[in-house]
């Protein structure tokens, strides 16, 4: 949050801008799923939406759970840290790809 205090600098009065830090609105829930905020959408979804020219307002207007802010936080963290977030998100679907072939390979062997 920016607060602004007043401060006397060579007898003039000037206003400081305090900034603070602001929380990283991601989580990881117990299935190691990276989620925004307190919803249930995923950073993928965000990510993905904004890589497909989506603006943050659109985002929000298509999962009303999101807050506008989380949302702006997550687009500027994952421009800040592309590399590790796009390696992630790259595991993420690997590990997906897997799952869907261990479970077609599974519904394949059970056919009599």
């Known amino acids: 949050m920016l607060t602004a205090e007043p401060v ?15 929380p990283l609105p991601l989580r990881v829930d117990a299935d190691g799923t ?4 307190k919803t249930r959408v ?16 659109a ?17 500027s963290y ?7 977030v796009d390696a992630h998100l790259a595991e993420q679907e690997r590990e997906a790809d897997e799952l869907r072939r261990r479970l077609l390979t599974a ?3 059970s056919k009599p």
């Open 107 to 109: 519904a394949e062997e």
């Open 78 to 84: 994952y421009l800040r840290h592309r590399e590790q």
């Open 8 to 22: 006397r600098v060579d007898e003039a009065m000037t206003t400081a801008v305090r900034l603070e830090d602001i």
């Open 34 to 37: 990276v989620r925004v905020g």
């Open 42 to 57: 995923t950073l993928d979804t965000v990510v993905g939406a904004h890589l497909d020219g989506e603006r943050p307002e």
């Open 59 to 75: 985002i929000v207007g298509s999962y009303d759970t999101l807050d506008l802010a989380d949302v702006y936080a997550v687009i």
